[in-house]
């Protein structure tokens, strides 16, 4: 199983980004695929999920209303959109993938970072 992370990079306040997360090779569409994040000198937190089953999210109280997570599972992909973007959004962001035997694996991250 591998993760893929893409469309990091440097934005300015306010302005936004969208991450991707390729992933392969396996049952995509079965496993809740999640966005996590770790700051400098801070721990990885839990940013987005999105179920396999009715496609429900959840979202940081952090994040909310500026944050959206969605999939095509169809092209076994999972997105991150991100507007409104702040400094303190500034973190590697990893993709995550858990099945429901508790199995989960992880991307090796993209550097996303707000600044003027």
């Known amino acids: 199983v591998q993760l893929v992370e893409s469309g990091g990079g440097l934005v300015q306040p306010g302005g936004s980004l969208r991450l991707s997360c390729a992933a392969s090779p396996f049952t995509f569409s079965s496993y809740a695929m999640s966005w996590y994040r770790q700051a400098p000198g801070k721990e990885r937190g839990l940013v987005a999920t999105?179920?396999?089953?009715?496609?429900?999210?959840n979202y940081a109280d952090s994040v909310k209303g500026r944050f959206t997570i969605y999939r095509e599972n169809d092209w076994n992909t999972v997105y991150l959109q991100m507007n409104s973007l702040k400094p303190e959004d500034t973190a590697v962001y990893y993709c995550?993938?858990?099945?429901?035997?508790?199995?989960?694996?992880w991307g090796k991250g993209t550097l996303v970072t707000v600044s003027s």
């Open positions: 999105i179920t396999s089953a009715d496609g429900s999210t």
């Open positions: 995550h993938a858990l099945d429901n035997y508790g199995m989960e694996y």
